[in-house]
């Protein structure tokens, strides 16, 4: 997972990810409240919101969901001003990562991501 050059603004910011294996996952929607945003503060990550509550179903979350199959890159977009979660409309400069959690389509549910990536990106 990487951000997309020159997408990088203080407001948002477009990221790809590319599955180079086998499985089909998928992460965000209705279901899962997803992406986590830090910020990298005198060499320590420090989260820049809380994790949103479970929505119980209510179709509150802004991402859609995404399925990535293998070698098929998809993107995604995040704009900190649209999103109801983010307490903020802009980010200060400074260096941030973006926190995705994955699940495996492979109809074995669990209560937790399968796992997560983290594309780190910097405003200025």
């Known amino acids: 997972m ?14 790809e990810v590319l599955n180079t294996t086998n499985e089909v996952f998928w992460n965000a929607g209705d279901y ?3 992406y986590r945003l830090q910020r990298r503060v005198l060499g320590l990550w420090f989260p820049m919101r809380q994790d949103p509550a ?7 979350m ?6 990535y199959e293998k070698d098929i890159p ?8 649209t ?6 409309t802009s980010l200060y400069p400074g260096r941030y990562r973006l926190i995705l959690d994955f699940y495996r389509q492979d109809g074995s549910y669990s209560y937790g991501p399968d796992f997560s990536l983290a594309a780190e990106f910097t405003v200025k």
Request: proline fraction near 9%; aromatic fraction near 18%.
């Open 2 to 15: 990487t951000p997309v050059e020159d997408t990088v603004t203080s407001t948002g910011l477009t990221v």
């Open 32 to 34: 899962d409240p997803s």
């Open 54 to 60: 479970w929505t119980g179903g209510q179709g509150c």
């Open 62 to 67: 802004m991402l859609p969901t995404c399925y």
């Open 74 to 81: 998809q993107r995604l977009y995040f704009q900190w001003s």
């Open 83 to 88: 999103d109801y979660r983010f307490p903020f």
